[in-house]
């Protein structure tokens, strides 16, 4: 192991699963619980780490995530207007929200296309003069993601047994016994694209003040990360209460860092990173059927009886 | 209890699949009326239905319930006082909430206050879920924590009974919901449904595919063809009525055979 990886790089695919994570835990209530695809991700991504580091700027770095949730919030809401109250499918909705974030983040960041916050104070540089030890220094970023991520997934676990969060599920669960049970199934859509997009926009508001650098470009490609942390994360994990789904999350996250992260130890040019991701995502969204079809071949094989002409008919489905 | 009047419905109009499927259906059911409802397939049984529970507006007419006018009133407004059991055992819980879950928000029916969203369930209620479990005598008070996916059908669809009707519905609506089980299971859930109508004295119209159900059960038989009622049977009259009678009395009616793939006309 330790040939392989060492401690700093362990430490900061820890550091960036972590940040990440959140942007997992938001397509969980969006794809898993509600059932919706909501590809504004990529955009809303970028929309928090860019009001984040205007904040932050302004010297706020604390008031920069409340901030960030606030404009993820509002743009969760949009995303589910349009297609609650306007008739726009979901996939579509998410689309043209994102589209029109571009703009919005370009102009979030005054007109320019990168911001940096090298001067500024960021929760990791304030929580950094706070204690001194040597140890501190070296691990104080983890300390604080983990912080976060942890208060989060309890607080999301906790929100997801409440019946506001029971509702939720209920929606993405079975339409046809929300709208029998007196729940608005279009209010609790609402709530959930709300809620999710908070949590994407801090994930970028904390990855900017980590990074001290914003990018329009930031948000690329985030929405298919996310996924493949999820799907890893709900495949190591499997069923459960709500805790542990979320905490199989945090870790899928995690685990797919370190996939990058070895695949970048095996010297894979970084301008093959994003080939690199697309493989991974696409084993770990593919592997939950490839285990249930291996699972079918060896059950036939271990069938003698079975008539061999038949195959084509069996595995179609 | 509920006044239909005059209620009118035709999907997709102006267009080649247009069609009219419910025309100018009137019924009052007084408090306690217990309405069976034969007809055949595609005779609007169960658009009538969704016209009560608000699925889609209707094109004409009125729908008052306990005395309030409800034809504009949102679907998830009315739920509040309608219970909906539908013929899919699938259709009514959530399959990957667990028992106490989906009980949890059938009662969220109960609560008026908005302060409630934020509130989980408490050992209280959970003792009442429980306790209103084993009355079911499937042993589902002891797989509380199980999800809903893991129950066969029958006993999913005896769980959404006893959710639709956990708080007491103005107006209980039963879409043909013993037809899919196997015959010992449908009984089985046909009797708790009998037990709990008479208990509670709950206002009640049940679609059924069953001929001596549709004469056996309740106070009123009701059939449909064509989007209309084409009779309606209640008191000594319906007591006399053998299903040969009734069959009878749709041909005359509605100037043709019953024509349900379903139907079943012995016990
Ligand atoms: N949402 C809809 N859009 C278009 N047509 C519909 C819709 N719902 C029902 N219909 C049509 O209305 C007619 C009545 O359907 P309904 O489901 O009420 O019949 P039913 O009496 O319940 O029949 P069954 O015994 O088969 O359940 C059918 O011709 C059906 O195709
Ligand atoms: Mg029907």
């Known amino acids: 192991m330790s040939a392989i990886f060492t401690l700093s790089i362990l430490q900061s695919a820890l550091e960036l699963g972590c940040i990440y994570s959140l942007v997992a835990l938001a397509l969980f209530i969006s794809f898993s619980i509600l059932n919706i695809a909501d590809l504004s991700t990529d955009g809303c991504f970028t929309l928090g780490c860019a009001v984040g580091a205007m904040v932050t700027l302004s010297g706020h770095p604390y008031l920069a995530l409340f901030a960030a949730m606030g404009a993820g919030i509002c743009s969760g809401f949009i995303t589910a207007f349009l297609q609650t109250r306007m008739g726009v499918p979901s996939i579509l909705a998410g689309i043209i929200v994102n589209t029109g974030l571009y703009t919005v983040n370009i102009a979030v960041m005054g007109f320019s296309s990168n911001v940096n916050l090298f001067a500024s104070d960021t929760i990791f540089s304030l929580a950094k003069d706070k204690v001194q030890a040597s140890w501190y220094d070296s691990w104080y970023k983890l300390l604080i993601v983990l912080a976060i991520v942890l208060v989060i997934g309890i607080l999301l676990s906790w929100f997801l047994n409440t019946r506001l969060g029971l509702s939720i599920r209920a929606t993405g669960d079975n339409e046809h016994m929300v709208r029998a049970s007196s729940i608005n199934p279009l209010f609790m859509i609402t709530v959930g694209l709300c809620v999710a997009n908070a949590l994407t926009a801090l994930s970028g508001a904390i990855l900017g003040q980590y990074q001290k650098s914003c990018d329009i470009n930031l948000g690329t490609g985030m929405v298919t990360i996310a996924l493949a942390s999820l799907i890893i994360g709900e495949t190591i994990i499997g069923k459960g209460g709500m805790f542990q789904r979320v905490i199989g999350v945090i870790l899928g996250s995690c685990l797919y860092r370190f996939i990058v992260a070895l695949a970048l130890r095996l010297n894979v040019p970084a301008e093959a990173l994003k080939l690199v991701s697309a493989i991974i995502v696409a084993i770990a969204i593919s592997f939950p059927y490839l285990k249930e079809k291996s699972r079918f071949y060896k059950m036939r094989s271990n069938n003698p009886g079975i008539n061999r002409k038949e195959e084509n008919t069996n595995v179609s489905h | ?267």
């Not at chain 2, 000594?236 to 749709?250: C, G, N």
Request: aromatic share 4%.
């Open chain 2, 1 to 267: 209890m509920l006044v239909i009047d005059s209620v009118s419905k035709t999907f997709n109009p102006g267009t080649v699949n247009e069609k009219k499927a419910l025309d100018n259906v009137s019924l009052s059911l007084a408090d306690g009326d217990f309405a069976t409802i034969v007809g055949s397939n595609g005779a609007g049984k169960s658009t009538l239905f969704n016209a009560i529970t608000g699925s889609f507006y209707v094109d004409e007419g009125r729908i008052i319930l306990g005395g309030d006018d409800i034809t504009y009133c949102k679907e998830h407004t009315r739920s509040k006082v309608i219970g909906h059991l539908f013929q899919d055992p699938l259709k009514g819980t959530a399959p990957h909430m667990t028992i106490e879950e989906n009980m949890a928000l059938a009662y969220l029916r109960a609560s008026t206050s908005r302060h409630a969203y934020f509130s989980r369930i408490s050992a209280k209620e959970k003792a009442k879920f429980r306790e209103q479990l084993s009355l079911l005598d499937m042993g589902l008070e002891d797989r509380m924590k199980q999800p809903v996916g893991l129950l066969s059908g029958g006993q999913r669809q005896a769980l959404t009974l006893l959710m639709a009707t956990m708080v007491t519905p103005r107006i209980l609506l039963l879409d043909e919901h013993t037809a899919a089980l196997d015959p010992a299971t449908a009984d089985k859930v046909l009797a708790l449904t009998e037990k709990i109508i008479a208990e509670r004295n709950i206002t009640c119209l049940m679609v059924t595919h069953n001929m001596h159900q549709a004469l056996s059960l309740g106070n009123r038989t009701l059939m449909m063809d064509g989007g209309r009622i084409v009779f309606h049977v209640s008191g000594d009259e319906r007591k006399k009525l053998s299903i040969d009678d009734l069959l009878d009395q749709f041909r005359i009616r509605a100037g043709k055979q019953l024509d349900n793939d379903r139907i079943l006309l012995s016990k």
